[in-house]
């Protein structure tokens, strides 16, 4: 009869379950402070224009996604003409070339632009943020009580015979 191994780290899932959570809760937090940080510039100076697409790039994730970055042109209210690159979207219909769309812009810099359909959702990574922190936290807390018990019990001789 085989006899299953055990880890000799047993609560090693509840750490990795802890990093995991703690970089989802990381990235989400850097990722809309750079979302509000975009509409304060973009609200500091708004523009609006209307922009057509102009190029559709494909992007591969390693799993065979496909997400869509659309490159639009407009003219900025200087009155010159400028291309910039809108969020990534995952479904191809959603931008066509040649189609036209309205864009807020910062008019100090052009760069920071969304189309008025999709706008930045700052609230909804604070919110993956504020829930996965705690988890992280809970997760942590979790492996090292454990981890410290089987530790105690190893001292004691009471270890896994």
Known sequence: MSRRRRSKTPWAALWALSVVLGL??????VGAF???RELEV???SP??????VIKVETHRGRRGSRSYEPTVQFVAATGETRSVSLERVGDRSYYEVGDT??????TSNPEYS???RRPPDPERSWMIGWVTAPLAIAAAIAAGLLTARDARRKA???GDS
């Open 42 to 44: 973009i609200a500091s």
């Open 101 to 106: 769309l309205t864009i807020r812009y910062a």
């Open 156 to 158: 004691r001789g009471l």
């Open 114 to 116: 969304y189309d008025t």
């Open 24 to 29: 989802i809760a990381g990235a989400s937090f």
């Open 47 to 52: 523009g609006v224009a209307e922009a057509t």
């Open 34 to 36: 750079f979302d509000d």
